[in-house]
């Protein structure tokens, strides 16, 4: 990798291309499409990315992401071949690399709306297409939807989402939530960091396979408000204070190490 990039920069990149990597390792992966994006912090873009007192408007001019190259696969994303990218999607960095700047307008309506939304992360898995297609979406019946409670909103199918105009209707279905089903579409988590964001999406998407295998034997036992809500006090990979995704992230990397650590290339 490039020697002059700012060691934040490096940081964001090889941390990046792990989570691609980990994603393909999961099979979270859709052929060459779906995004993860990371704002890069500050101290490489000189103030750009600041989050603070802002009313919520993160939207920054010159705030820059980082995305996956267009038409490679998660297992082939590496540090040096993310694409560095402005918030209309533009590349900047020279890449030679193209990007899908309409696969970004969703993940630049998160970023550039909500100030904390550092991390943005998108999927087609079957079981999270399959429960946003549900009626009645995720339904309090398991495990891991009773650590998500309160924590999931739901954003109506408009179609591909390539068109800016949704943005501001996708704001307000998100409002604060971290975890969102896309109806009709996918799933989605942003997040402080990219360990969080990873670990809201992780439980979202084992909420909608243990529902998928539920439903597809019978009625499900339903849980009640009160013990999801004690449940989603009592989770620990959500809190800063347990590491925030961290310690699960990390472990994954480490998986991913040994398969193959020529992500940090
Ligand atoms: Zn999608």
Redesign the pocket.
């Known amino acids: 990798m490039n020697t002059s990039i700012h060691p934040d920069e490096r940081a964001a990149r090889v941390q990046l291309a792990a989570c691609y990597r980990i994603f393909a390792m999961l099979g979270w992966t859709?052929m060459i499409?779906?995004h993860i994006t990371v704002r890069l912090p500050e101290g490489v873009t000189g103030g750009a990315a600041n989050d603070g007192g802002d009313g919520g408007n993160g939207g920054n001019s010159a705030a820059q992401f980082l995305i996956n190259p267009f038409g490679l696969h998660y297992s082939e994303v590496t540090a040096s071949n993310l694409v560095k990218i402005d918030a209309q999607g533009r590349v900047l960095d020279g890449s030679a690399h193209p990007v899908n700047p309409a696969?970004f307008t969703?993940h630049a309506a998160i970023h550039n709306g909500l100030a904390g939304a550092h991390c943005v992360m998108?999927?087609?898995t079957t079981a999270g297409v399959a429960v946003a297609c549900l009626e009645g979406g995720l339904q309090q019946t398991n495990f891991y939807t009773a650590q998500l409670h309160g924590m999931v909103a739901y954003h109506d199918f408009e179609g591909?989402?390539i068109h800016a105009d949704e943005g501001p209707r996708l704001l307000q279905s998100i409002g604060s939530r971290n975890a969102v089903i896309?109806r009709n579409?996918?799933l989605?988590a942003w997040g402080h960091t990219l360990p969080q964001t990873f670990a809201i999406l992780w439980t979202l998407q084992r909420a909608c396979e243990i529902q998928m295998a539920t439903f597809s034997m019978g009625r499900a036992i339903p849980v009640s408000e009160e013990i999801a809500a004690r449940c989603t006090r009592d989770a620990l990979q959500f809190s800063p204070a347990h590491g925030a995704g961290q310690d699960v992230f990390n472990a994954l990397v480490r998986q991913v190490d040994r398969l193959d650590a020529s992500y940090k290339n």
């Open positions: 859709e499409y779906n696969g969703v998108h999927t087609h591909i989402t896309l579409h996918g989605l």
